[in-house]
């Protein structure tokens, strides 16, 4: 259970519809914030089950990329992760391989997107787990990212994670490092301008989630950035074009050229480098009213910072429809319930 909540701390700080009359930009994929992939449970054997509910509002939807989808009323996006241990040996160097699969989405009191909607996406997951010599984790999963509005295609994102539990090295200041690698095999998860130059790409996320205990209250800060290669974002490159044609001057018997100036949507590749950086200040408290021997529940509020650094992520969260916010820095806030089992 430690594992998975680490994870959904980093989901909390982790997480286009533009119509033009030619050549409009387009969000070809959706948008995911993906639950972890840790184990749910402690110390389980084979063949048991155990999972996690937990309902997170938000004033902001923002992808796991960055783009910022949503910013007006209130977001509800619940999350449904089911675990089960494949194999267990604690004495060996591969000391245990879990099953996890699950969904989740979100929905908005504000009724955005093209189509207009307030139920914007459903993701459901899959993966497992490897427990490496004690303290490591790597984790493999597949993403299916689904548009209850058919505002993206569907699309499919494979992800390979490394997360290290410093505990022992560091004790009360391990930073628990991890780093994360996702492909996208099928679609984009960006903001597309010009759909010739969209290909399948990939983002490196690197970070840490510290954590101490002030007396019942866990505090966590999770914060991390991301790395993309050249062309995962694109830049909006609005060319002016002109075609010439002619009339006919009945007065003067003769033809005369009429210049017509239009504008057309080429993209171009952003550049790599850093994509987004955010932090996070998360406090959970338990619920020992709604917990006992087999239910274990908890609250928690955050707040959350991001900075939008690449150019091509600004340019795409322009014309997404969040009140067509070109912001570097955004605050979110969440609250929340967990509920394992």
Known sequence: MKGLLTVLALVLVSRA??????????LATPFAEEASWAPVMGGPQPGSLSGLINFNFTNRYVTNHGLQIENQGLGAQPLLLLSTPLYVDHTAWLSNVTFTAGGWSTWHSHEGGTPAAHWRELDLFGGLTFTLARDWKLTAFYTHYLSPNSAFHNAWEMALALSYDDSRLLGPFALHPFVEFRSQSEGNTTVVFNPALARSSYVFK??????????????????????????????????????????????????????????VQTGRPAGGGIGYFTAALKATVPVPCLSNSHVTTSVYGAVQYYRM?????????????????????????????????
């Open 17 to 26: 519809f533009l119509r033009a009359e030619d050549n409009p930009p387009r």
């Open 309 to 341: 650094v690449n150019a091509g992520l600004l340019d795409g969260n322009q014309v997404l429809g969040a009140a067509s916010a070109r912001e570097s820095d955004l605050a979110q806030f969440h609250l929340g319930i967990n509920v394992s089992f």
């Open 206 to 263: 690197l970070g840490i989630n510290p954590s101490c205990q002030i007396g019942p209250v866990k505090v966590e800060l999770p914060a991390f950035f991301t790395l993309v290669p050249d062309g995962f974002y694109q830049r909006s490159n609005l060319e002016t074009r002109h075609i010439t044609y002619y009339g006919y001057d009945y007065t003067h018997f003769r033809y005369y050229p009429i210049d017509y100036a239009y504008q």
